[in-house]
């Protein structure tokens, strides 16, 4: 059974980048599943922001695209977000996740990010 | 792309059925039958429990069922039982090779 744990600061400038790792554990990040970012700010629903295959092809929400790189490093098994000029309206709950076909069957716990001076 | 509309709330007594319906365009829901479903409890990640509009995985209660008409998908919940109070979110793929997350609804148990 595959496991994620994200990591990374939980407080980020405006303006500045956020950047969360997502370790996997269970299964090898070289397998055929896609592994993804959700996030879901307080009290509001979810947003699916990125996910990448295994063989390294991206997809990306259209409104963070200009914003949002997917990545991931075979050699430490784990898959990174990192996110640039954030904004108060970034500060989220987010998740990481495995894709087993077309939707997310695996969940990180998640990872609090707050964008604030 | 717009989420698909869900209703904010749904309730029902237990052992009664409820349904919840997620309604889309043809660039998402009508157009694709990548359609999950996921329930979420406060303060805690979402777990699948629909994928590919009727499916679901192991483990999770037979009393989850989906389905989808043209431009809407529904899942329904039947013999409510008190821990079925949550939060319920579709996903469907869309034609900008994304994901787009419904609204979301609470349900609640009367």
């Known amino acids: 059974q595959v496991h994620l744990q994200e990591s990374g600061p939980g407080l980020v400038r405006p303006s500045g980048t956020l950047s969360l790792t997502c370790g996997v554990s269970?299964?090898?990040?070289?397998?055929?599943?896609?592994w993804s970012w959700v996030r879901q700010p307080p009290g509001k629903g979810l947003e699916w922001i990125a996910e990448?295959?295994?063989?390294?092809?991206?997809n990306y929400n259209p409104s963070l695209k200009s914003r949002a790189i997917i990545s991931m490093d075979k050699s430490r098994n784990q898959f990174s977000l990192s996110l640039s000029s954030v904004t108060a309206a970034d500060t989220a709950m987010y998740y990481c996740?495995?894709?087993?076909?077309?939707?997310?069957?695996?969940w990180g716990q998640g990872a609090l990010v707050t964008v604030s001076s | 792309q717009s989420a698909p509309t869900q209703p904010v709330s749904v309730s029902g007594s237990p052992g009664q059925s409820i349904t919840i319906s997620c309604t889309g365009t043809r660039g998402d829901i009508g157009g694709y039958n990548h359609i999950s479903w996921y329930q979420q409890f406060p303060g805690k990640a979402p777990k699948l429990i629909i994928y590919e509009v009727s499916n679901r995985p192991s483990g999770v209660s037979s009393r989850f069922s989906g389905s989808k008409s043209g431009n809407t998908a529904s899942l329904t919940i039947s013999g409510l039982q008190a821990e079925d109070e949550a939060y319920y979110y579709c996903c469907s793929f869309a034609s900008s090779y994304s994901y787009v997350f419904g609204t979301g609804t609470k349900v609640t148990v009367i």
């Open positions: 996740g495995g894709q087993g076909g077309w939707y997310v069957d695996s």
């Open positions: 269970g299964d090898s990040i070289r397998s055929e599943t896609r």
């Open positions: 990448i295959y295994h063989k390294g092809n991206t």
